[in-house]
């Protein structure tokens, strides 16, 4: 199956905005946001909201339909990406080392 609709520049765009906001929001702190009250309770309770996410995307996807599914998978991307952004770990980095992984042939996965 080929993908019907590929990620457009304005989703990329979004995606980069997005890490831009959970930087900003580490540093200012805003009172009364969901990102701030994550970062306040530290990297454990990030990491583990992102298992939980991540468990809940796997139920989901067993699931008839996709909504479930792309809800839940939306939650796993923003809560890994705060992990990220908690670790300082930039999304260049991550994406950088995926195109490592598939180039020149190179199809590793973890797990192999």
Do not use: C, W
């Not at 970062?39 to 298992?51: M, N, P, R, S, W």
């Amino acid at each position: 199956m080929s993908v019907s609709k590929k990620l457009t520049k304005k989703d990329y765009k979004f995606l980069i905005e997005l890490e831009e906001l959970l930087y900003e929001r580490k540093v200012e702190m805003p009172k009364g946001s969901y990102t701030t009250s994550m970062y306040k309770k530290g990297l454990d309770k990030i990491a583990q909201k992102v298992g939980e996410e991540a468990v809940e995307t796997v139920i989901a996807s067993k699931n008839e339909g996709d909504s479930e599914t792309i809800a839940e998978a939306a939650d796993l991307l923003f809560h890994l990406m705060l992990l990220l952004a908690e670790k300082e770990i930039p999304m260049h980095k991550v994406v950088k080392l995926l195109r490592k992984r598939h180039s020149r042939g190179n199809h590793k996965h973890i797990g192999e």
